[in-house]
């Protein structure tokens, strides 16, 4: 083996070896890079060590003690490993869930550093999945903790990392004038801080080059060239043709936030520049008004428009309400999905490749080959953080030759601006808060052991206002791993025994074929159905402003953003509606903050704040997919939750703006190192460079 380099395979590491190796894949490192890159997820400071007996619920604390019992428990149907340590002050339960393998990792005697949550139950305090370094000779001052796998402790790992950064030269990334003007340390110097730092002030330091590293690349990868917003598109001017017309027609008069969101969008569909826009709209605000709204002016200027959203289901929903609005207009709207029969795919490509076909909505079927547009100028993705880049990338080549068409991606998820702005590039952003109904909703968290009141309140209610209900379930079947959890089925079945004679019980989930749920929601719309159990299928884009009550079983098991947006449905008139979450009165900490925070508040965008501090952005966000880019060594939960990373956001993007205004092809020789940087981190970057 030859000199080692960052790009080596990790095995040819001294104190590695292939079977030490595939126990890193495990973590995400094949090679040197990828090592120094797995940043610790913690760090010990000795000095800040917490007695047990003085913890509470719901803090992130470090504490030392002795291991005085090992043993295997099952907790609502979940094998637990539990380490239980005492410092004499009382004691900690260390739980690792079908992780047999930590009981090896230590002795009965032996004393240990943890580093977690503290969750209180009945007076027992208990970790779940700490961070945990035995204490030894080298334990002294800061101690990195990094992410455990089985065969690899801390400590193995701490010392992988420290001959490596002794016998590996870590090239420069960054030009001398960037670390001269931001003040930051060199890339060797930077991973030395992370991963043997001396104090505090180093971590930082640490974080601070490697996070504007990062961001930098980030949104160098997004402008390079300087062509994002600057591609040659077909410029549409509202004619009032159809746009006109389609808001005369609306039930409701558009807010302030519509009308402003609206303006933004004619404005950049009228340049010669395509447009690059995100609308953010909270749950119930009219964001499909929006973009039905901006349809329209390509469809009145002869052109088609494309909608694409991550799921057949969403597509069906979309459908259905565009069909509601469009077609009196006279605009052909076709729904192209994967599970339609071929014979059906065949004969609607034909409309879009004609152009008898104005509107398409659909899935991942816009971007096959099959799918050629005649002339499409409008290309919006839906919920666009389902989607990777190189996804929505191939709706926007569906464009004519020689334009690309105008893109507008949406979200029903409120994202903090600066957050949007480092998730979403360089998007201009038009976010819609106000809703064309003030409506007021009662949020009520109930216990399992008193469902039956829940039901007889719901029925009662139902009988006096004639208003109807959703009821949610989590599973369409009962399943062998979710024990405590109920399904859709058995939900169905025990509410209509239970049910008065004179109140009809209905069924919706996602197994169904899209003509069943059309023919039951169409039921549910004119009345016929008083109360729809269903699982989250109903969660965007239905419309039924006569229900105004909604139950959700197993609230415990939603995240913030799901629940928001189910609440959604029932908040679609001025009349009172109700919320009521059933949970287990035993559930997680973050479980009960989450069912907390939707009870007391209603506005989107501050849930989303709210939602960040207890969780991060992952629900946020949704999982990041296949082309997408991923930040090494940091996440957007380390950005959005600290306002120094999140200013750095600011500051990168400004930096990459001015970097590319002067030397948009990264060409000059001060900027050789960044274009070397960015080429390395993506291998089809002339492929997704212009997609936000």
């Known amino acids: 083996m030859g000199k080692i380099t960052v790009d080596t395979d990790v095995k040819y590491l001294k104190g590695v070896g292939p079977k030490r190796a595939k126990r890193l894949e495990k973590l995400g490192v094949r090679t040197v890079e990828d090592l120094l890159y797995l940043l610790p997820r913690r760090y010990v400071d000795r000095s800040r060590i917490q007695r047990i007996a003085h913890l509470t619920g719901g803090k992130e604390v470090v504490v030392r003690g002795r291991v005085v019992e090992k043993f295997k428990t099952t907790t609502h149907g979940k094998r637990e490993a539990v380490i239980r340590i005492s410092d004499g002050t009382g004691y900690l339960d260390l739980v690792w869930r079908n992780m047999d393998f930590i009981l090896g990792t230590f002795k009965v005697g032996q004393t240990i550093y943890a580093a977690g949550r503290v969750y209180v139950y009945g007076g027992n305090r208990r970790m779940y999945f700490p961070e945990v370094e035995e204490e030894g000779k080298d334990v002294v001052g800061i101690i990195p903790i990094y992410p455990q796998t089985e065969g690899l402790s801390s400590k193995a790992l701490r010392n992988i990392i420290r001959k490596a950064l002794e016998s590996v030269e870590i090239p420069e990334t960054l030009p001398e004038y960037i670390l001269r003007s931001r003040r930051l340390p060199g890339r060797e110097e930077a991973f030395r801080y992370l991963h043997v730092p001396e104090n505090p002030d180093q971590i930082i330091l640490g974080k601070k080059r490697i996070v504007y590293e990062e961001l ?6 997004l402008n390079l060239g300087s062509r994002l917003g600057r591609r040659r598109a077909i410029p549409l001017k509202r004619t009032g043709e159809l746009t006109d017309r389609f808001v005369e027609n609306l039930p409701f008069k558009l807010t302030g936030d519509q009308m402003r969101a609206i303006r933004e969008i004619e404005e950049d569909m009228a340049k010669e520049e395509a447009m690059h826009r995100l609308l953010q709209g909270d749950v119930g605000s009219g964001k499909t008004v929006v973009l039905l709204y901006a349809s329209l002016i390509a469809v009145e200027n002869g052109y088609q428009a494309a909608l694409m959203v991550p799921t057949e289901i969403l597509a069906e929903q979309l459908f259905m309400v565009a ?18 029969s071929a014979r059906t795919k065949r004969s609607i490509r034909n409309e879009v490749a004609t152009g008898q076909a104005q509107v398409v909505i659909g899935t991942h079927a816009l971007i096959t080959d099959e799918t050629v547009f005649k002339n499409l100028a409008l290309a919006i993705v839906d919920e666009q953080h389902r989607f990777g880049v190189a996804q929505r990338a191939r709706l926007l080549e569906k464009g004519t030759k020689d334009h690309y068409p105008h893109f507008l991606v949406s979200t029903a998820t409120p994202i903090p601006r600066t957050l949007a702005l480092t998730v979403y590039g360089d998007l201009e952003v038009s976010r819609i808060r106000e809703r064309p109904f003030k409506a007021k909703v009662i949020n009520r968290i109930v216990y399992k052991d008193q469902r039956a009141q829940v039901y007889r309140f719901l029925f009662g209610k139902i ?8 009821v949610i379930a989590p599973l369409i079947e009962e399943s062998e791993k979710l024990e405590d959890v109920t399904s ?37 719309r004119r009345g016929e159905i008083h109360v729809l159990v269903a699982t989250t299928v109903i969660e965007v884009g239905v419309d039924v402003p006569n229900a105004k009550y909604m139950v959700v079983e197993d609230a415990n098991r939603f995240g913030i953003a799901q629940l928001h947006q189910l609440r959604g449905r029932i908040m679609r008139s001025e009349d009172p509606a109700f919320f009521i979450m059933v949970a287990p009165r035993r559930m997680s900490y973050e479980a009960r903050m989450r069912l907390r925070a939707i009870a007391s508040i209603t506005d989107g965008f501050a849930l989303a704040e709210e939602d960040l501090k207890i969780r991060g952005p992952g629900e946020l966000l949704g999982t990041r997919q296949h082309g997408e880019f991923s930040f090494r060594g940091i996440s957007l939960a380390d950005i959005s939750s600290d306002n120094r990373l999140l200013r750095m956001a600011e500051v990168c993007r400004k930096d990459a703006r001015y970097i590319l205004s002067n030397d948009p092809y990264l060409k000059r020789p001060e900027n050789v190192l960044l274009r070397k940087s960015v080429e390395r981190r993506f291998t089809r970057e002339a492929d997704i460079v212009d997609v936000g």
């Not at 049910?499 to 209905?506: F, K, Q, T, V, Y």
């Open 488 to 524: 859709v089925q058995d939900l169905y079945d025990e509410l209509r025994a239970a049910a008065p004679p004179d109140i009809s019980i209905g069924l919706v989930h996602g197994r169904m074929s899209f003509e069943e749920r059309k023919a039951v929601m169409e039921r549910f």
């Open 216 to 221: 930098l690349t980030f949104y160098l990868r």
């Open 323 to 340: 069909e509601n609005y469009l077609r009196p207009l006279g605009v052909n709207v076709v729904l192209l999905t994967s599970s339609l």
């Open 463 to 470: 009988r006096e206002t004639g208003k109807q209900a959703y």
